[in-house]
């Protein structure tokens, strides 16, 4: 599986901050030696000389944000947790959960760079004064589970995770939490709430995880790639990685972008954010001989679909959502024009009402009845009135309408895909009904 990380591109040291090191070793990095031979815990070394409250201004000042689908800025996230002296108990968690269908660059990162993310979160913990951490790992994540306790147990027995950490008088204790496998467990509140031992359903905000989280303490959520970024924004700066985006973007950084779906070669990419589409899906080796691209979820399946015309925006948070989707988690899943792209969207919304949490009624009750009407008009039973009602469904799951962002999330595929494929909704519908 490692192979399919960067096919094609060997990365490089100033140019890749995430992924130079398995260009490096030629391979993953699970040996703690070998991880410090490529500068690993260089990051760490250098936070612990600076002050929390300046490092987490660095990240603002960089300008990273949130990789984890919201893209919300991390040195905001970060500067909103109580720091000083009386702050107390505080939390750093890890969403490792990753179950948005077609997205798999955590599990790359977590598998072939454990430490990586060992070092990420010693550092993310140092800056917002956290002293336990928890990694929440999607429970089929058998491997990054290993390597993960492995990297754990191996920094702790070298001084760079526990107690006095490296002799600066910090500590910060580290733990693996596997998952049963939900995908609300991804949304931060229900996985905080998975992680205390309760029903993971969401939770209402505010208060936000950052005041109140985990055990009711100051808790801060980020995503792995969002924190694997962290050490080397310490060690370089945030005009370095700003500069990363090599003016594709307004945004910072490189992004791990991916495809799925029938091109050449599915896999990860790490390349500077803002990168087109065209381009990532060319490093795909484009679709496989015979198939066209029909359409596209630039970054899971709770995204609006976009039509090949769109393949030459830049792959970055505003020009995405400007075109009338989101980026999301950037892994592209390409459908082809040999697949029904009604059964696509039912496929989608499967996942979508099977996952829900039961915990509001219009996600428990409306996702179940809209798969229904869509599974109608994919076997040609759809009524008069069905494709009105769906888009009445688009609404009344809309943002805001529900208790999360889950159901809204399911109308995304569903709602472009009635825009851009009334017809083919249209051929399911029975005439004379
Ligand atoms: C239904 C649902 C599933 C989510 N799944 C994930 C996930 O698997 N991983 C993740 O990082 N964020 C996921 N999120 C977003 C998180 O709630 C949160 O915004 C994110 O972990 C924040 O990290 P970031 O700021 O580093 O992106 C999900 C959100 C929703 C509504």
């Given amino acids: 599986m490692s192979s399919e990380l960067n096919r094609g591109i060997q990365t490089h040291r100033e140019t890749h901050p995430l992924t130079w090191r398995i260009s490096a070793a030629g391979g993953p990095v699970v040996d703690l030696d070998r991880y410090i031979a490529l500068e690993g815990f260089s990051g760490l070394r250098k936070a612990l000389t600076l002050d929390p409250v300046d490092l987490q201004k660095l990240v603002k000042d960089a300008g990273l944000r949130g990789r984890g689908g919201a893209g919300f800025p991390t040195g905001i996230k970060w500067s909103l947790i109580p720091m000083g002296p009386d702050a107390g108990q505080k939390y750093l968690i890890c969403n490792a959960d990753e179950m948005e269908p ?44 290993q390597r993960l306790n492995a990297a754990i147990t191996a920094a702790k027995n070298n001084g760079f995770l526990g107690s006095n950490i490296l002799g600066s008088g910090f500590s910060f204790e580290l733990h693996v939490h596997e998952g049963a496998g939900r995908y609300i467990c991804g949304e931060e509140t229900a996985l905080i709430n998975c992680l205390e031992g309760r029903r993971a359903n969401p939770r209402t905000k505010p208060p936000f995880p950052q005041q109140a989280g985990a055990w009711g303490r100051p808790t801060i959520v980020n995503n792995v790639e969002t ?146 009407v869509v599974r109608a008009i994919s076997d040609g039973q759809g009524h008069q009135g069905d494709i009105e009602w769906l888009q009445e469904m688009t609404r009344f799951l809309g943002p805001g309408k529900p208790f999360c962002a889950h159901a809204p999330g399911a109308m995304e595929p569903l709602q472009s895909a009635l825009k851009f494929f009334r017809r083919d909704f249209e051929k399911g519908i029975r005439v004379g009904n």
């Fill in 227 to 372: 924190l694997c970024n962290v050490p080397d924004i310490v060690l370089k700066g945030a005009a370095w990685f700003k500069e990363l985006s090599q003016g594709r973007s307004s945004d910072a950084g490189t992004k791990i972008y991916g495809v799925s779906g029938r091109v050449k070669y599915p896999g990860l990419w790490e390349l500077p954010i803002g990168t087109t589409a065209q381009e990532i899906v060319d490093l795909a080796g484009g679709m496989q001989d015979g198939l066209e691209l029909l359409t596209w979820l630039p970054g899971g399946a709770s995204t609006d679909f976009l039509m090949p015309e769109h393949l030459a925006l830049a792959m970055d948070y505003d020009t995405i959502g400007k075109a009338g989707s989101r980026m999301g988690t950037g892994l592209l899943m390409v459908v082809d024009n040999q697949q029904d792209i009604v059964k696509v969207v039912g496929n989608l919304m499967m996942f979508m009402a099977r996952e829900s949490c039961g915990w509001c009624t219009p996600c428990r009750e409306g996702l179940p009845w809209t798969l229904k």
């Fill in 102 to 145: 077609g997205t798999f660059k955590d599990r790359f990162l977590m598998e072939d760079l454990p430490f990586q993310l060992v070092e990420a979160m010693v550092v993310s913990a140092y800056a917002i004064g956290a002293s336990v951490g928890y990694i929440f790992l999607r429970g089929e994540y058998i491997l990054a589970a």
